[in-house]
């Protein structure tokens, strides 16, 4: 199984910027995809963003299209999530996993979560008004 990291989150005020980042290590399987996630206490988790590691496509969920940009850093290991323009919305604890398969960012679709097997352990997100 992979090793899933998430650094950079925070406060933050509305309008404002973050960038998370995802780490993974002891996953070398191609092709695959990581995807980010947030939930917040109560609610369903909802699939952010994915990134096709093969080819890059890339899925966004509709609350976030135009404002969150996902890209890879190969050398790396490590895909972040832009974030701008922050809603206090967009509270929400964090999580990246990797999809071995690489089927739950395939398609036209939403972001497919059973297909996510590796997670990392989230990393909170607070935007104040």
């Known amino acids: 199984q992979a090793e899933v990291q998430e650094s950079g989150g925070g406060l933050v005020q509305a309008g404002k910027s973050l960038r998370l980042s995802c780490v993974v290590s002891g996953f070398s399987l191609d092709p695959y995809a990581i995807g980010w996630f947030r939930q917040v206490p109560g609610k369903e988790r909802e699939g952010v963003s994915c990134i096709k590691h093969n080819d890059q496509r890339t899925k966004y969920a509709d609350s976030v299209k135009g404002r969150f940009t996902i890209s890879s850093d190969d050398a790396k290991n490590t895909v972040y999530l832009q974030m701008n323009n922050l809603k206090p919305e967009d509270t929400a604890r964090y999580y990246c996993?990797?999809?071995?398969?690489?089927?739950?960012?395939?398609?036209?679709?939403?972001?497919?979560?059973?297909?996510?097997?590796?997670w990392g352990q989230g990393i909170q997100v607070t935007v104040s008004s």
């Open positions: 996993a990797v999809d071995p398969g690489n089927l739950g960012c395939s398609g036209y679709g939403s972001i497919v979560e059973a297909e996510f097997h590796d």
